[in-house]
């Protein structure tokens, strides 16, 4: 047995070496000068040896997460931030060339206002939707799920997010409800009955809705990797590849709520602890889809 595990450990280091070798290889970056190349290959050699503690960084490498303070470093609001992305690639590269962090956190805080606008979404209030412009955005507590719903939560997570889930928390997609189940279109003859739903007025309207939406948000993406190539060139690495979620942290935060949750514990503990393990697979493939996709070894897991 410990053989076995010699051998797993020996597989995941070198797995990890890999990893750190393509984000500290900087393809594709276009560096402003080979000082700058310099720069953030060193400060990823930084962050390295932080994490894999075999040797002793030459310092603390300093990787803040920014949050919210760019906008008011900037003398602009979120609001600024979250409907005008112009504005909100500025006030990055100002925070970035002023404060030269080892590595920067992307402006994924500032999500897109429009985007929400269009979907309705009821889950937060943001920035001119429920709070003043002024402030930050906010999560509106509550059960999205209920606690008979566990099992159909367990049995089709897709299915019941985009039946069940959806329509509770983008008003706009409420006719999401009238979605055909997928997996029993397995046959010529099922096809036709089971498309129908789509063919309604509403259904069609959510629809094209989620394509606008849709559509704003690669507009907002194209803005957000076009400052990240700038900056990047710059000398200053991502810290972050992309984000995984902690499977309790999404059925307590975003679905049950705290109250909920909490109540299950003792109520429901079998039905929440399977759907937690069902969630799991979706959580990681997250995370190492993001990290693939952006050649990065780190992946961002908020704490549940």
Same mark, same amino acid.
């Given at each position: ?7 797993? #450990? /020996? ?8 990893? =750190? %070798? ?8 276009? =560096?402003?000068?080979? #000082? ?23 310092? +603390?490498? +300093? ?10 470093? $900037? ?10 992305? /112009? !504005? ?13 962090? #080892? ?27 429920? !709070? ?19 099992? #159909? ?16 928390? =983008? ?11 997928? *997996?029993? &279109? ?7 009955? $089971? ?14 809705? +989620?394509?606008?939406? %849709?559509?704003?948000? &690669? ?18 690495? &991502? ?10 942290? !999404? ?7 705290? $109250? ?21 697979? =979706?959580?990681?493939?997250?995370? !190492? ?13 908020? *704490?549940?």
């Amino acid at each position: 047995m410990k053989e076995r595990w010699t051998a797993v #450990d /020996s597989c995941t280091k070198d797995r990890q070496e890999q990893q =750190f %070798a393509t984000w500290l290889s900087g393809e594709g970056i276009l =560096f402003k000068s080979p #000082d700058a190349e310099r720069a953030y290959k060193e400060r990823i050699g930084l962050i390295k040896d932080a994490i894999q503690l075999i040797k002793p960084p030459q310092r +603390v490498p +300093v990787c803040p997460s920014a949050g919210f303070f760019p906008a008011r470093y $900037a003398g602009l609001t979120l609001y600024d931030a979250m409907y005008d992305y /112009s !504005v909100l690639t500025k006030m990055w590269e100002k925070y970035c060339d002023e404060f030269a962090p #080892d590595a920067y956190d992307g402006p994924v805080l500032m999500s897109p206002g429009k985007v929400f606008d269009l979907l309705d979404y009821t889950l937060f209030k943001w920035l001119g939707h429920g !709070v003043s412009k002024e402030r930050s955005y906010q999560f509106i507590e509550g059960e999205y799920m209920r606690a008979e719903e566990y099992q #159909d939560l367990i049995d089709d997570p897709s299915g019941y997010f985009l039946r069940v889930y959806f329509p509770r928390i =983008f008003g706009a997609l409420k006719p999401f409800e009238s979605m055909p189940l997928l *997996p029993p &279109i397995s046959e010529l003859v099922l096809v036709p009955p $089971a498309i129908l739903p789509l063919g309604t007025p509403e259904l069609q309207k959510a629809l094209q809705v +989620v394509m606008d939406a %849709a559509s704003e948000a &690669i507009q907002w993406a194209n803005k957000i990797q076009a400052l990240n190539r700038t900056i990047m060139g710059k000398g200053y690495p &991502i810290l972050s590849g992309g984000l995984a979620r902690a499977p309790f942290d !999404v059925i307590g935060d975003s679905l049950r709520g705290t $109250a909920g949750v909490m109540i299950d514990m003792y109520r429901h503990p079998d039905e929440l602890l399977e759907a937690r393990e069902r969630m799991t697979p =979706f959580m990681i493939r997250a995370g !190492v889809e993001a990290g693939k996709s952006n050649g990065h070894p780190l992946i961002f897991i908020p *704490p549940p």
